[in-house]
């Protein structure tokens, strides 16, 4: 069964009315049969032309998953690359443990400059 976690850096600066969004997020996302996956929750345009983009990472594994370096990816419904980026993070998802995480795209990132925000996939490749 999945469940909710947030890693502990969210869980001191998150305050409760936040998690509480998350935590209704999370309740109606649609589960997948993939052993790992992105859901996006929301994606903002930033004023420096960067794009910050709130995600849940999804283990449906038996066992932990580790990600440090990774390449992400922002693609929009036509299947264009609408920015990419390395992110260098040290993050552990337990088995079957969903967590809500957020890449910040820098505006040198952007591939595309026009996008509709409700229509995006993220990719992760961990490298």
């Known amino acids: ?7 502990p850096v969210w869980e001191r600066v998150v305050d409760d009315q936040e ?6 997020a999370f309740e109606l996302m649609q589960p997948q049969q993939a052993s790992f996956y992105i859901t996006p929750i929301r994606i903002i345009q930033k004023k ?3 794009i910050s983009a709130t995600v849940f990472l999804v283990n449906n ?6 990600l440090q370096q990774f390449n992400v990816q922002m693609i929009d419904s036509n299947g264009k690359v609408i920015a990419r ?4 993070e040290n993050l552990t998802i337990q088995a079957y443990q969903a967590i809500p995480w957020s890449f910040v795209f820098n505006a040198a990132s952007m591939l595309l400059n026009e996008f509709d925000t409700d229509s995006c996939t993220i ?3 961990n490298t």
Request: hydrophobic fraction near 35%.
């Open 1 to 7: 069964m999945l469940k909710l976690a947030f890693h």
């Open 19 to 24: 998690k509480d969004r998350y935590k209704r």
């Open 48 to 50: 420096n032309g960067g």
């Open 61 to 66: 594994r038996e066992f932990p998953l580790e």
């Open 85 to 88: 980026q390395t992110f260098k």
């Open 123 to 125: 990719l992760l490749e």
